[in-house]
DNA sequence: ATCCCGAGGG
DNA sequence: CCCTCTGGAT
């Protein structure tokens, strides 16, 4: 089968089946994206979403939250995973955003990569659900997705899945493609026990046949 | 034990 | 390339 009906067969079975998506990152505004992303790390967006609502109260923007203390952030995010971490780069970066971007969370990829805690995979997000801009935001998901249906042979990281997805995705679905990616994966395509009995991509999936089944 | 919408530093 | 950061869920 070549790559290309492949893709056309696997974009066809999400956009039957992915329809209604839970457990989205919570957020009014960009700044707020960032912010919901950065925290995602490693850990699961309803502990994302149990712990953004009392952040963004107390720090909405940027400007609050470049006035915090890294102790007062800390003290709101540290269920989350890396705390210590993930603080410093929210101050740093909201801090960055009023200083050098105007208060305005800044409007190309390379810019807010300049952004402390900000690396390849968020400026994607943010570019793809911000901006609806035809990038493929790779995470471990997206990642683990693409490598077991076969969608990016010889692909061994993330920037190559992004970039072979990219090349090979037509640019109007790739906003779609991204989020059905990320979906797959967070809710049959999952790490452990994937769920390959309700999969209807299994016929077109390397690793389903390479796994026999299990 | 293993994994969750990673990034920075060595 | 590797390592560290580091809490909660399964």
Redo the contacts with the bound molecule.
């Keep these: 089968m070549k790559i290309g009906e492949r893709y056309r067969g696997v974009l066809g079975w999400f956009e039957e089946n992915m329809a209604l998506a839970e457990?989205?990152?919570s957020y009014n505004d960009p700044f707020q994206l960032i912010v919901a992303?950065?925290l995602?790390?490693?850990?699961?967006?309803?502990?994302?979403n149990l712990i953004t609502p009392v952040l963004f109260e107390r720090f909405p923007d940027a400007g609050s939250m470049a006035g915090a203390t890294q102790e007062e952030i800390f003290g709101l995010i540290?269920?989350?995973?890396?705390?210590?971490?993930?603080a410093k780069?929210l101050k740093g970066m909201a801090e960055m955003i009023v200083t050098r971007f105007n208060g305005i969370v800044p409007s190309t990829r390379e810019e807010l990569?300049e952004?402390?805690?900000?690396?390849?995979?968020?400026?994607?997000?943010i570019a793809s659900?911000v901006w609806n801009s035809p990038v493929i935001?790779v995470?471990?998901?997206?990642?683990?997705v693409a490598r077991r249906l076969g969608l990016t042979p010889g692909a061994?990281?993330?920037l190559d899945v992004e970039l072979r997805l990219t090349r090979e995705i037509p640019e109007d679905v790739r906003p779609r493609a991204h989020?059905w990616l990320?979906l797959h994966?967070?809710y049959i395509c999952?790490?452990?026990n994937p769920k390959c009995n309700t999969c209807g991509l299994k016929q077109l999936c390397a690793w389903y046949a390479s796994h026999d089944g299990k």
């Design positions: 457990t989205e990152l992303v950065i995602s790390a490693q850990c699961t967006d309803k502990r994302v540290k269920s989350c995973s890396y705390p210590n971490n993930k780069h990569t952004l402390p805690g900000v690396g390849r995979k968020t400026a994607n997000v659900v935001a995470d471990t998901h997206v990642f683990r061994k990281t993330p989020h990320l994966g967070r999952t790490a452990r």
